[in-house]
């Protein structure tokens, strides 16, 4: 079984430039995601999906589908079969007829999910069918999350008759503070703190170069010039954070 993250990325716009998803195959995207103090949809906070899913002609005579999951990382565990240490195998993913005995294989060519507690505001499951003699299919969906923590967007391919499907569209995750995902919101308030104390610690540095002009090293001129620079840097990660969480596009600060 395998495992592929979406490689296309723009910002906190996640792009699915034509990948390939063969069956027993998986794809995935996480987020930092912050649902409010409460928790309430009110909040904002969200993932949103666009794509559309096709597959060659050859593999249309056959009835296929493709899963799309979203979910906190407290499900996580709950995905596939859990590992066998003694017996030496390793988790699957896919249920399958030889795989029915174990709990969360209730349907062969799906995804293995043991639904061991009510989690429904940290899971939502959309089933992409193919129908017979059909080869393209779409998805739009949009859906609120509920709690804070790592959220996944992952799209699974379990039924061997699917064949081989290509991706394209994008994924969005939205945040109540903006664009920015919620573990690296933290960077605002940080570099904004940061400047403010090169501005006031410049400030005080030249008021004492002043006073002492008449008894100053190159090296405190230096230093002056470091102040400076930090300034800068700091001013240039601020402006690149928020920018980001403004328009969900990053510009490249360093």
Not at 29 to 44: I, L, P, Y
Request: proline letters at 4%; hydrophobic letters at 40%.
């Amino acid at each position: 079984f395998t495992l592929l993250a979406a490689a296309v990325v723009r910002a906190n716009v996640y792009g699915w430039a034509h990948e390939r998803l063969l069956p027993d195959q998986i794809r995935y995207r996480r987020v930092g995601m912050w649902a409010g103090k409460d928790g309430a949809e009110s909040a904002s906070a969200s993932v949103q999906v666009s794509l559309r899913f096709q597959r060659p002609c050859s593999a249309a005579a056959r009835a296929g589908i493709v899963q799309l999951l979203a979910f906190h990382s407290s499900v996580l565990m709950q995905l596939g079969t859990e590992h066998e240490e003694r017996a030496r195998r390793p988790a699957a993913f896919c249920c399958t007829a030889e795989l029915k005995q174990h709990p969360g294989c209730d349907h062969p060519g799906h995804l293995i999910l043991r639904r061991e507690h009510d989690k429904s505001d940290a899971l939502h499951v959309q089933n992409v069918v193919f129908g017979v003699n059909q080869s393209a299919a779409a998805v739009t969906e949009k859906w609120h999350v509920q709690r804070s923590g790592m959220w996944y967007l992952l799209v699974s391919s379990c039924d061997p008759r699917t064949g081989e499907v290509v991706i394209s569209g994008e994924s969005s995750w939205a945040n109540p503070h903006g664009a920015l995902p919620g573990e690296l919101y933290g960077f605002i308030p940080f570099f904004r703190t940061l400047c403010l104390a090169y501005v006031v610690a410049g400030a005080a540095w030249r008021a004492l170069c002043y006073r002492h002009r008449s008894v100053l090293l190159p090296l405190q001129l230096c230093i002056g010039g470091v102040l400076a620079l930090s300034l800068l840097e700091s001013s240039a990660w601020y402006y690149e954070y928020t920018s980001f969480n403004a328009s969900g596009s990053r510009r490249g600060a360093g």
